[in-house]
Each structure stands twice: as C-alpha cells, then as structure tokens.
C-alpha cells in the first residue's frame, strides 16, 4: 500500500492460507489490492509485488519455476528484486543455491539469508502453539514433527492446557498407539525403515545386494572366464577377460593384457599345487584385482569363472 504496488499470490496452498488470513482477520488487506496472477503482465513492474512459495527450492514450486523461466504466466526478467524470507533448512541448500543461481542467471537482485539479516520460521512458537490447543481442545494428543526433545516439551505445553497425563502420548517411529472414544495407550512395537521397490518386489532387497549394486554403479565388473580339462586340470581354453564400467575401451587393452597375465600366472601356481577350484578362482580373483588396482586406483568387481569339461 505504502508504495503503491498490486499484490499477486501465487500458488494454491500460499492463496488459501491467505484468503484464511484475511477471513480470520489476521490480515487486513485493502479492497483492490491484490489481483490474480494472470493479469500480473497488465500492471507495470515496478508496480507489482508477487507474493509466492518456493523458499527451500522446491522443484515445482512458483519461485523455482520463476527462476528456470519454466513459469506460463510470469518469469523473472532482469531488474526484479527477489526477497527470500528463509534460510534453507538442512539438506536442501543446494536446491536453493541452484534457485538463486537462476535468479541471477536471468537478470535478478536476490536479498537472502547469506547477504543480509532475512529470515521467518516455518516452525510456531510456543505461544502460538498453546494458541493451537486452546482453540481445538483435544481429547488426545500426540505430539509430532521434531526431534525428540521437542516433541517432549510439546507434551508439556499440552499438559499445560489443561490435556490430561493419560491423555497425552509422546511417541517414537515403530511405536503403535491403540486409541478408541475414552482412551489412549502405547501398543506394540512395529518394523520400521526404509523398503526398497525393486521391479515387482517390494522390501526384499538385502542390504548385500545394495551393497553389490553400489560396488557395480562406482567401479565396474571384470569378468575372467576360463576352461579346464576335469581330467588333468590343463587349461583348455581362456582366460578371457570382459569388463564393463571399468575403464574407456580405448584405454583398457593394456590393462587387460596385464590382468590376463595375472590371471595365467595365478592359474599357473594353482596347477602346481592341484589346488581345487575354488582355490584357484580366489587366487585368480586376487591377481587380477591387484593388478587392476595398482594401474588404476579403481577395485572393480572382479568374478572369475572357472569351467571344467
């Protein structure tokens, strides 16, 4: 009002929480004032004020969209001023650099909390929780959405408004709470955590296959096929060597020239031995890895595969 600018909010949860506001009375906004995003391009810039979420750089949000120009009605342009009213909360700091780094890209002055003294919690303050209770009046209460020292000092401030002991219950992930119309109490524990879906199988991937899948993503496979006469334990055929994700193909001919020697001189000394197969795939198994590593710092998978006809 003070500098004569129109107010557009922007995205669908901030706009019901505004109209709530204003219904409410916490907001006292002037008829006229705001107007709806689709005539934004109708009011000159320096005559506009867009009021939108996207403070932690979500991917959908407006303000993300405004920055990436991937917005259908209103994109930032060079000129605009950008106030964001919060610090990134642990974790999502890069979505938010990448939101202020496009925001830039494009021409913005970004006002945040790493060049000035800018910030508003999403989090209610104690009185405004107690505010919260007083208003709804639970029967129960279960306090959620914090660590668990602050769930515990919510119980107490429930307690304070007058919820009784027996009706208050702090709990933890695992934890099953049994209510029904005149109690509430603690039930048995139940498995908790991550599940994985993995094609059609849901919570059945052991944490060694992650482990293996990892291994793959980060150094590759080399695999190290051979034939052995079951009779005299002669080499018939191989070793061969195949790789994949562990070095550029028109790098990896001297490398794997090398693992394959290892490979021959470990079958070698097995042979010499009569060791058994099993002996003889962890011997080649050892080599070749060796032999790879020293080269290459990397310690791919390595599967020897040991055929006797």
């Known amino acids: 009002?003070?500098?004569?600018?129109?107010?557009?909010?922007?995205?669908?949860?901030?706009?019901?929480?505004?109209?709530?506001?204003?219904?409410?009375?916490?907001?006292?906004?002037?008829?006229?004032?705001?107007?709806?995003?689709?005539?934004?391009?109708?009011?000159?810039?320096?005559?506009?004020?867009?009021?939108?979420?996207?403070?932690?750089?979500?991917?959908?949000?407006a303000l993300t969209r405004f920055a990436a120009q991937r917005h259908p009605v209103v994109n930032v342009r060079t000129g605009d001023w950008v106030v964001i009213s919060a610090r990134p909360i642990p974790g999502n700091e890069r979505m938010v650099h990448q939101t202020v780094n496009n925001l830039y890209r494009h021409g913005a002055r970004v006002f945040y909390s790493e060049v000035g003294n800018v910030h508003v919690t999403g989090h209610a303050q104690r009185d405004e929780l107690r505010e919260m209770l007083d208003a709804v009046r639970p029967r129960f209460f279960i306090p959620v959405h914090g660590e668990y020292r602050q769930l515990l000092q919510h119980s107490e401030l429930a307690r304070e408004a007058g919820i009784g002991d027996e009706r208050v219950v702090v709990v933890e992930d695992g934890e099953a709470v049994e209510l029904d119309s005149k109690s509430i109490q603690r039930g048995e524990k139940v498995s908790t955590g991550l599940v994985f879906v993995d094609g059609l199988g849901v919570g059945d991937v052991e944490q060694v296959v992650l482990r293996d899948r990892r291994h793959l993503a980060e150094d590759g496979i080399l695999v190290v096929t051979l034939a052995l006469d079951r009779d005299t334990g002669s080499l018939r055929a191989g070793p061969d060597l195949l790789s994949r994700g562990v070095i550029e193909p028109e790098l990896s001919k001297g490398l794997m020239a090398d693992a394959k020697r290892a490979a021959m001189e470990a079958i070698r000394k097995m042979r010499e031995t009569h060791a058994d197969v099993n002996l003889l795939q962890e011997a080649i198994h050892d080599a070749v890895s060796k032999t790879v590593y020293k080269q290459t710092r990397r310690r791919p998978m390595v599967i020897p595969v040991v055929t006797e006809i």
Do not use: C, H, W, Y
């Open 1 to 61: 009002v003070q500098f004569d600018r129109r107010v557009a909010v922007v995205g669908r949860s901030l706009q019901q929480n505004f109209k709530t506001a204003r219904e409410l009375g916490f907001l006292k906004v002037p008829e006229g004032l705001t107007i709806p995003l689709e005539e934004a391009d109708r009011i000159a810039p320096s005559r506009l004020l867009l009021l939108t979420a996207g403070s932690q750089g979500e991917p959908m949000s």
